[in-house]
């Protein structure tokens, strides 16, 4: 084939082959000799293949993906491949397409190592591990240290996240207790009007409320609205650097921002459990009164049903749901990554991680009591 500035030409040099590209070397061209180049391939194997760019003014994307196609075709054939005279701006495409090649193979490659992708998990776990361990070791000194010495806790930003997390979720905490109240005594009413036993509804939702529900459903809800607060916030302040400049200025984050939340969490939460159950027992009891029975009998069953031990061991699981909830929220904040999307990746894990450790707790509070006949 002849050259011309419209077509390449394949010309053949002993075991060499030789493609000498055009000035204008386009879609177009690039067609042609793509079907040209497998076709002398199948008819010959040359030990060489060299392209000559000298006269290349202007190519586009398939003209560099031909170059491309050539030296990987000629690699995996083990044929020596040369390119000569092409212009720096070409090469510069060249080098990035070829780089682009490399780092897909390279991802692959780590993509078929499972073993390697168990070992790094299991690193990241066991690292996982560690951090919390020293999270904890450090929360639970600076909290007995400040439980020692109380004018070292910052009680003014405290009362501040306590009038967040309790006052401003009264009302929510309310409703749900009223509503839950009322249909635990509606669907409970409805089997045992079958014996004739619709007044000892009072005693099954007084009993779950204090014992189970109040405490369980009050740590959900307060997941969901203040450990996610907890998480957005330090990860907020994280993700801005705030927390390496108090670091820097002497300030530990734990005793600065975490022992206020704590402490306002383990204030609020026993207390809006109270609430929980009082609302419950008002939703129970005006379904008791729509079924004829009068509000002094249903306080009677709550008192026979509800003992001090229920409701005593009702508050200390919500003391302990306070200390999870505040800490795996501030936890999470602390740990967020760098990037846009770390922050709702904080507050999601911090909202699934309170809701596991509150559920295991309270699971192992039930074993606990009935072994302690409580």
Known sequence: MESNQRQSSFLWEGNTLEIHLPEIFNTKEVSKDWVTFFDLLSKNSPRNISIYANKLIETDTSGISFLKLVRTESESKNIQFNLHGLDEKFQYLLNIANDDSKKYKEQLAVALRKSEQIGKLTIDSLLEFKYLITFTGELTVSFWRSFLHPSKIRWKDSFRVAESMGVNAFPIIAMIGFLLGL????????????????????????????????????????????????????????????????????????????????????????????????????????????????????????????????????????????????????????????????????????????????????????????????
């Open 183 to 374: 249909i635990m005594s509606f669907q409970s009413a409805i089997p045992m009007r079958r014996f004739g036993a619709e007044i000892f509804v009072a005693n099954l939702v007084g009993l779950s409320l204090f014992r189970e529900l109040g405490p369980l459903m009050t740590a959900f809800i307060l997941s969901g609205r203040s450990g996610s607060a907890f998480a957005a916030e330090l990860g907020t302040m994280k993700v801005s650097e705030e927390i390496d400049a108090l670091t820097t200025m002497g300030l530990p984050p734990v005793q600065f921002l975490i022992i206020p939340r704590l402490v306002a969490s383990l204030i609020v939460t026993p207390l809006l459990t109270i609430v929980f159950n009082l609302f419950g027992l008002i939703g129970g009891a005006v379904v008791l009164v729509s079924f004829g029975f009068p509000l002094i009998t249903f306080v009677n069953q709550v008192n026979i049903a509800v003992g001090l031990s229920d409701i005593l061991g009702g508050l200390l699981k919500s003391y302990f749901f306070g200390m999870i909830i505040a800490s795996i929220g501030c936890y999470r904040g602390l740990k967020t990554a760098s990037g846009a999307g770390a922050v709702g990746e904080s507050t999601t894990s911090a909202v699934v991680g309170s809701i596991i450790l509150v559920s295991i707790l309270d699971g192992i509070f039930s074993v606990l009591y009935f072994y302690l006949r409580i």
